[in-house]
C-alpha cells in the first residue's frame, strides 16, 4: 500500500482513463499529484473500445503512444441496416481498438513514469476547500479534481449536479474471438437499438449493444441484426455481457473554488459517437493548462468548445435512433452518395468545418427527397 500523502498540489479522485490523463497532464506541468481509486488495476467497464484519430492524437499530445497499445487498427467507420451499408475511411490517421483493461494498466504505467503517486483501493469519501477525505484522513490538497465517473459524487459534493440536459442509454460488452475482426469500426442499426463492432486484436471483437431500454442485451438481440448475427455466428464469446450507463448529459458548470470535473463526471456524449475517450484526453490536457494560470476560469471556457461538436455529432446519430423508415432513407441515400457519409465522418473526427457539414446535408436531405 502507498502510504497516504500530507499534501499534495493537485489530488486526483478516481484513477480511470480521465483521472489518470488528468494526472499524468498536472505532473507534466510539474506538479505533485496523488490519485486514488477505490478499485485495483486493470480496471474494466463496458466501452465500445473504439478511439478515434482525434482521440489518439489528443492521447499523443499527454505523451501517451495508444498506436503502440495491444489492440488492432481501423481505417473508417461502415453503418450497416438490413442490407444497405455505406462506409468512408477517416480522412487522416487511423483509429485503434484497445481493450479497457490493456489502455488501464497503460495509462497506469504512464502515470507511473510521469511520478503520479497512486492509491489503488482507497475510496475517498469527502471533499473540504482545504483537501479531501479518506479512510478518515484528510489529504491536503491545492487542487482537487474529480473523474469518479458519469456518477460522480464529487459533482454532488461540490454542488456542480446541476445540468442543462440529461438522458441515458444502456450498454453491454462482450468480446469474441474471430477468425478476421476486419479494418472497420461498424455501427449495425436496429429497431430501437444499435449494435457496434470493434476490432481489437488480431482475433478479437468487441461487441456492445446501446438502447434505451436495460432488459436488452446481445444475447436476446442479436437476431435483430443479420449481417453481425452472421459474422458472430461462429465465433466463441471470451467473456460474459458487461453492462454499462451511458448519459448525454451538459453540467451548467465544470468547476468551482479549486475543484474541477474530468471525463465522464463532467458530462458526457453518447457511447454511439465512439468520442468519450478523445473528450477525456483533452479535458486532461485542458485542465493543467487552467492549473498552470491559477485559476479555473479557462477550463470552464475550453471544456464547453471541446464539447461542442461532439454534443451535435451525438444529437445528429441518436435523431436516428427510434426513426426507422428516416434512418433507412438516411442510409439508402449515403450508399448511393458515399462522398456525404465522408464528409460527416469527417466533421465527426474534427477534421472538417460546420460549413461543409452543412453543405453535405443539404445535398443529403435532397437525395432522400429524391429517393
Ligand atoms: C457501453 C459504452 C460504450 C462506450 N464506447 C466507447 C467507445 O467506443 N469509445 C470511446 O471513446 N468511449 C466510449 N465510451 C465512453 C467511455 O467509456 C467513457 O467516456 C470513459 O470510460 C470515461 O472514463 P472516466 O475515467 O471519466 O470514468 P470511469 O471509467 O467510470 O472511471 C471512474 C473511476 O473512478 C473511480 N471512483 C468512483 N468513485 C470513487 C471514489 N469515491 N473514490 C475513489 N475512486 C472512485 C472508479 O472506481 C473508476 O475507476 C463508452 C461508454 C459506454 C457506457
Redesign the pocket.
Known sequence: MTPLPASTDVFV?????????AAIAARRKGYQVTV????VPP?D????????PD?LAAARSLGLELDAAPGHVFRGIRFRDRGAAVQAEFPHGVGR?VR?TGL?LMMVEAAADAGVRMLWG????GIAPEGVW?GGEMVRARWIVG????????RKWAGLDAAHRESR?????RHYRVQDPGDY?ELHWGDNCQM?L?PVGEHEL?A?L?SRDPRKRLSTELAGFPEAAARLAAAESLNHER?????TRRLRAVARGNVAL?????G?VD??????????FQHATALAAAIETGSLEPYREAHRHIGRRPEFMSDMMLLLDGRHRLRRRAIRAMAGEPRLFARMLALHVGDSSFTNFLAGGLALGWRMVSL
Open positions: 479522485i478516481g484513477g480511470g482513463p480521465a483521472g489518470l490523463a486514488a481509486d477505490s478499485a480496471v467497464k463496458a466501452c465500445g473500445e473504439g478511439i478515434m482521440g481498438g479497457r488501464h482507497t475510496g475517498v469519501t479518506t473523474a469518479d465517473g458519469g456518477n460522480s459524487r464529487v442509454r444502456y450498454g453491454f460488452r469500426m457496434y470493434t468487441c456492445v446501446i453492462g454499462g450507463i451511458t448519459a474530468v471525463g465522464d463526471a463532467s458526457s457511447a454511439i459517437t465512439g468520442e468519450g475517450l478523445c473528450l477525456l
